[in-house]
């Protein structure tokens, strides 16, 4: 059996591939893009009827919501070790899973695609200022969660670093330079063989993305 998982990894859908990649398990890739000759065709809408990415169908078990994805299959696999085992560690891996898509998944989507993937003369510098004035204050919050542990929980590394570090995955090109512990936890949990498994697929998908496609996710997306 299979976990299959539908969208491009340039998208949320890394967050899946990543823990797929961390997990160990088998899973096939179907990397669909955004909108009508993709997430949005009359085939997938039994499996996501908002019409984005990602989604997964386990064994006919259908999911989106990329962090839910990310819980439901850490939980699932590997119970104890990358979910933690207590009902606090669970709670914990919350926390900081609605934390990372309230305060910081939108802001640091902004300032990417302003910065990094438009074409430099439509980057508009104060939806980008915005953006980082917006996260400032939850990446000090981070700075200070990984200042005096390795991870979030701890010692070991669980699926609340992974959810955090994949939505701010993009914050590899910003300036960290004041924010050293946030900066030295993102790049240990990025550089972990499942998650480079994951970013080298991210990668490609970024250099195969046209301009108009990134246009479109600003439109779409409204960022
Ligand atoms: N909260 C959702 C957001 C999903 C989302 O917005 N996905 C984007 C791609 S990263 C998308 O599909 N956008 C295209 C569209 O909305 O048509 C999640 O985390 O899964």
């Not at 398990?25 to 990415?53: C, K, T, W």
């Not at 917006?134 to 701890?154: E, M, N, T």
């Amino acid at each position: 059996m299979t976990v299959r998982i539908y969208g491009v990894a340039r998208t949320r859908a890394f967050r899946a591939l990543w823990t797929a990649e961390e997990l160990g398990i088998a899973y096939e890739h179907v990397p669909i893009e955004i909108g009508d000759a993709g997430a949005r065709a009359p085939e997938f809408a039994s499996l996501n009827p908002n019409g984005r990415l990602p989604f997964i169908d386990d064994d006919g078990f259908g999911l989106f919501e990329s962090l839910a994805i990310t819980l439901y299959l850490a939980k699932k696999y590997s119970p104890g070790k990358l979910y933690p085992g207590t009902l606090e560690g669970e709670a914990k891996a919350w926390q900081w899973s609605f934390w990372a898509i309230a305060e910081v998944d939108r802001g640091v989507n902004i300032w990417s695609l302003h910065a990094v993937r438009l074409p430099p003369a439509e980057c508009d510098a104060a939806l980008r200022d915005e953006a980082l004035k917006v996260i400032a204050a939850p990446f000090k919050v981070l700075d200070a969660a990984v200042a005096q542990k390795p991870y979030l929980l701890g010692d070991d590394f669980t699926v609340a670093d992974l959810n955090v570090a994949a939505v701010i995955s993009r914050a590899v090109d910003m300036e960290l330079g004041a924010m050293p512990h946030l900066k030295a936890w993102l790049f240990r949990c990025l550089d972990r063989p499942a998650a480079r498994l994951a970013l080298a697929l991210k990668t490609k998908s970024d250099r195969e993305t046209p301009a108009d496609v990134t246009r479109r996710i600003a439109q779409i997306n409204r960022l």
